[in-house]
């Protein structure tokens, strides 16, 4: 389904539009999560480790279908869904090394 989406509405007006998005989504989220799991210190350390992963996932594919389907904001969901799947890569790498000093 990406690959269907990367071809159709792929551009670099899309990723101009859908950075400021991706960059809330990939970096300020996982942040504010780290930021409140350092407050709650009786968690176990996996379900920590997996908020925090949680949190750095990109958009799921399904949002763009929807966003298609109802002709609401496609460029900018569909930009948001392909970059943060491409940026998700390098984001959940460091997610997992930081995750490991939790």
């Known amino acids: 389904m990406l690959g269907m989406f990367v071809y159709d509405q792929f551009s670099m ?3 101009k539009k859908a950075f400021p998005l991706v960059l809330f989504r990939m970096m300020l989220m996982p942040l504010m999560t780290g930021l409140a ?3 709650f210190k009786d968690i176990a350390f996996s379900f920590k480790q997996f908020l925090l992963l949680q949190s750095g996932i990109p958009a799921a594919v399904s949002v763009a279908i929807f966003a298609t389907c109802y002709q609401y ?4 969901l569909t930009g948001m869904v392909v970059l943060s799947s491409m940026a998700s890569f390098l984001i959940l790498g460091l997610l997992y ?3 490991v000093s939790f």
């Open 13 to 15: 007006e899309t990723v």
């Open 37 to 39: 799991l350092l407050l």
């Open 73 to 76: 904001k496609v460029d900018d």
């Open 97 to 99: 090394s930081i995750s």
